[in-house]
């Protein structure tokens, strides 16, 4: 593995609260020369007829990837680091079963590629040292890039959650969705 600048204390926060549906995430996303002008991340409305409110949707990088488990060319891997990178263009046989198996509906298949990807927390950026594309660009800091002590700082009124239920299933992820203290015990089944 290349030597990279990579600190392993920095982690990536989702506040669906502070988002404001601007898409910048998105278009900085896209500029990205690794996504071939792709936005790897989307902004989608909650209830579009009654209410303006947006949340984010971006792979929280599972610490035991559902997507690389089912894949069957074994194109989706994770690295030490923990990010989980998007498919192997070399070995990716665009089957969809990472798109099918995620329990965040994160993974796209690229139809005129036959290709999956998804977001790599910006990898060519985060292994030198500098922030994702998305949290650069973000004017409400829905999305930060920084230490937990950093957004304990800024957000008191709220605690980062990475540890997610799915029924029976405990999903543990490297990206931190952020919540309202006393809230954060919230089940989803």
Known sequence: MPETNYNPEMAFFVDMQRCIGCHACEMACAECETNGQESMIHVNYVNRAVSTQTTVQVCMHCEDPTCANVCPADAIHQDDFGVVHTANTSRCIGCSNCVLACPFGVPKKEEQ???????????????????????????????????????????PDSVPVNSFKFGNQEVKTKVNVMMPKGTHTLIVE
């Open 113 to 155: 590629a036959e290709l999956m990807m998804k977001c790599n927390m910006c990898y060519d950026r985060t292994s030198v040292g500098k922030k994702p594309m998305c949290a650069t660009v973000c004017p409400s800091q829905a999305l930060f890039y920084g230490t937990v002590k950093e957004i304990e700082e800024m957000r």
